[in-house]
């Protein structure tokens, strides 16, 4: 009974502290960089598009929400040539930007995406691709990637030695 | 008043006949509940409140909240309801039904020679109180006797019968 | 003609304000666990979230009103009827103030009594009529606790009735002119109190409906307006305990400076608070513990408070 009582006071004092209820709408919480929310596609530093359709985002996905097209420039660049993820399915596991060898592939931390039809949820290559590097600044995979693309010959990377002429033979 | 009295004593019949008449036990409870509540009113237009209050509070609040109780704990279906059927043949209500209705027509006559019906003088519960605990004290100290001998008779039949060695039932617990 | 019309303005009266405060109460009662839990409750619909009853009834009457085919149907539309009738029925006794009051019974107080042992039909029928094993459960539950706590909630008055010498509750309010009875009849206040809870199902009692145990108890087959109604009598049930104890341990109306009518509403809301600080702060009981603290610990209590006062008023009286 005593306990009962001691109980029911402290519960009373609460009424004299401070809410923890964030009023959302009008007020917005303070959401962590790291937080896993709507994804996104970004490009390089160059302004490229740092996706190259290597499928492991849509391999990984648990609930197969990412669907995607690979195809090539005529330079050779691979390129998704749509990119589609639907949200309504999304449960924003993170395993897409986990699986990406290119860091394209990011969540941010915006959530507010809701929707009055469902179709809308959809989102096609043009809604996710931003413009900017996203979490990752100054990584280019390009820069750093043996291929030959148009503007950066083999050789041409960063810390890459010209390629060896095969045909010389000598050192 | 007498109105009232009329109305509500017909109710109380009618409910009755209801109950005797009815398949399904918890219906009939039901108008057994009804009947009580009539019979309430019956009291408080006598002039006699204290009773009408009791009536509701001990019978239809409680003792038939536990009859209720019983009635669907023991989940009687369609069958149960059949063999109710089987019973109600005149045979067997004739005999009680022509002993009633020669108590209802004593009652019928008591009434018309102009017997303490309505307009009685109320009887409060001091007085109720006073008749209790003055000449009829014997009665009931052998009414509480009889509860207290009722009381530990359920107890006796509620209580755990191996409570002497509590392990014995953790064991089985373990392997049951 | 003139006293007829006041006494129906009367009627009126007090069922719009029991309606309405029963309605403002389920606003109430969210505002104030909010702000027991360090959280504001409901606030966004209109000024301080005032409209949030609006919104709900508008919600409650909105919905389907569905009686499921395979319950007993009768009795599954009258279970929530019984509730809100016995009730309301049982407000008509309680004195406001002077002057305000349905009727003035010389049994006032059995007629209290009478009406919340029948109230408990209403749990026990819906809980049968739905058919439903959970409803059952919940019926079974009520019906339990309902009988063990009204054994000592009537015990638990007679020493307030000794004292007043008369059932009727106008008498006894006018009996507290010197002293409140929480203070000579305290054990009576206190298990009377806890007899209360249990009877408006409250929540450290509310073994009828234990969300986390029976889904919703005896109400889960319930809809719409039955379940409205149902929600209705136990907010009505929790005024009616509260405006109860105001009358016959904290002297009904009486109080200086106020009027009346004031103070009986100020004493009836913080005795509310009381109820929903009890809602937010306790945990509830196992089911046996439940029935046994009711037989082994209040039972007796109730019958030494019996016992004493019995003794004292003989003895002051002689």
Redesign the interface.
Known sequence: MWN?LK??W???L??F?????I?YPDEKPVIPPRWRGRIILSRDPDGEERCVACYLCAAACPVDCIALQATEDEYGRRYPSFFRINFSRCIFCGYCEEACPTDAIQLTPDFEMGEYDRKNLVYEKEDLLIDGTGKYPGYNFYRVAGLAIKGKDKGDAQDEAPPVDLHRLLP | MEFTFYLSGAIAVAATLMVITGLNA?HAL?YL?VSLLAVAIVFYVLGA??A???E??IY???IM??F??VM??LNLGKAAAAREQDWLTPGIWAGPAVLASLLLAELGYIFAQGGTAAGAVAV??KEVGIALFGPYLLGVELASLLLLAGLVGACHLGRHEDVHHGWDEDERHENG | MSELALAWSNVILILAVVFSFAALLSWIERRLLG??????GPNRVGPFGLLQIAADAIKLLSKEDWVPPFS?KA?FVLAPVIIAVTTLLAFAVVPVAPGIGVVD???GL??F??MS??G??SI??G??ASNNKYS?LG??RA??Q??SY??FM?LSLMGVVMLAGS?NLRDIVAAQEDLWFCIPQILGFITFTVAGIAEARRLPFDLPEAENELVAGFHTEYSSMKFGLFFIGEYVGVILISAMMVTLFFGGWLGPLLPPLMWFLLKTFIVIGFFI??R???PRPRYDQLMAYAWKVMLPLTLVNLLVTGAIVLAWKS
């Open positions: 009962s109980t029911m402290t519960i009373f609460h009424m502290r401070r809410r923890v209820t009023q | 918890v039901l509940i409140p204290f009408a209050a009791l509701v509070i239809a609040g409680a909240v536990l209720v109780f669907m704990m409060t519960a | 702000v027991w839990q360090d959280r504001y007993e009795l019974l010389n049994i059995l007629f009594l009478a042992s029948l408990v039909y026990v029928l809980g049968w059952l019926g079974f019906a339990a309902m009988l009204e054994v009537g059932f600080l009890l937010a702060s306790l």
